[in-house]
């Protein structure tokens, strides 16, 4: 771990997450959260062997499951954002942790055992996407939004068509979400885009959530375009004064 950390002396400090079992360890629930630059979050690691991710490394997130900073740390940051009524605080404060310099480690030989499956429901999806829009526009600018225009498209086309999955009740609670989550009070943050941008993942999974080759082929797609967009606003980021 000392290895890991002497990079970090000159940075705001860190955050560490375990391996979260689900809860008769038979399998990962996560091993650290994905963070997506379109705001999506999944879970590292569903599902697979327990005995998998063996290695400390940085990621992008932690579930709120269970993670651990310093306190003061963790108030200097402002703690989570009470406007996230319901899921996706963890993932607005881990993007808000990367903005101000923190890194996010995650600790293997640390395991939690935790009750999930994973099953998005329509009153799950509203706040889950209500709280992506929220978190797109507390982190990123005008400009940052002209120039993810392709990624932002086809996180829409990936969530529209999930919803329509789950029928009326899902699209209109994906309209409601849109809706609120663009009209919700939220404090834009500022700090060091560098580091939010390096931090942040830029494929998905493409078996999460995903019922046919064609959910899969979809995100494959998606995926490529992820990639070479990020590359854009990382030169757009990387170049600005």
């Known amino acids: 771990m000392e290895e890991l950390i002497k990079p970090l002396k000159a940075r705001a400090g860190i955050i560490t997450t375990p391996k979260i079992l689900i809860y008769d360890g038979s399998a990962i629930n996560t091993c650290g959260n994905i963070n997506h630059f379109t705001g999506l979050t999944f879970t590292r690691g569903l599902g697979e062997d327990p ?26 940051l402002g703690g989570f954002d009470e406007k996230f009524f319901l899921y996706n605080e963890d993932s607005e404060f881990s993007w808000r942790a990367n903005l101000k310099g923190f890194r996010i480690l995650f600790v293997p030989t640390s395991i939690v055992l935790h009750d999930y499956k994973l099953k998005v429901q329509p009153e799950k999806l509203y706040y889950l996407e209500k709280g992506r829009y929220m978190i797109l526009r507390k982190y990123v600018s ?62 998905i999974p493409v078996d999460q959530l995903s019922s046919n080759p064609v959910d899969k082929l979809i995100k494959n797609i998606a995926n490529r375009i992820f990639t070479w967009n990020l590359k854009v606003v990382k030169w757009y980021v990387f170049s600005s004064p």
């Open 142 to 203: 005008g400009q940052e939004m002209a120039f993810l225009i392709p990624s932002l498209a086809m996180a829409e086309i990936l969530t529209f068509g999930y919803s329509a999955r789950l029928g009326f009740e899902g699209l209109e609670c994906k309209i409601r979400a849109l809706a609120h989550g663009l009209i919700s009070e939220v404090s834009r943050e500022v700090g060091n885009k560098h580091d939010l941008y390096q931090s942040l993942n830029y494929t």
């Open 51 to 76: 005995e998998s991710y063996s290695g400390q490394e940085y990621v992008s997130g932690f579930s709120g499951c269970c993670f651990a900073m310093k306190n003061e740390d963790y108030l200097g």
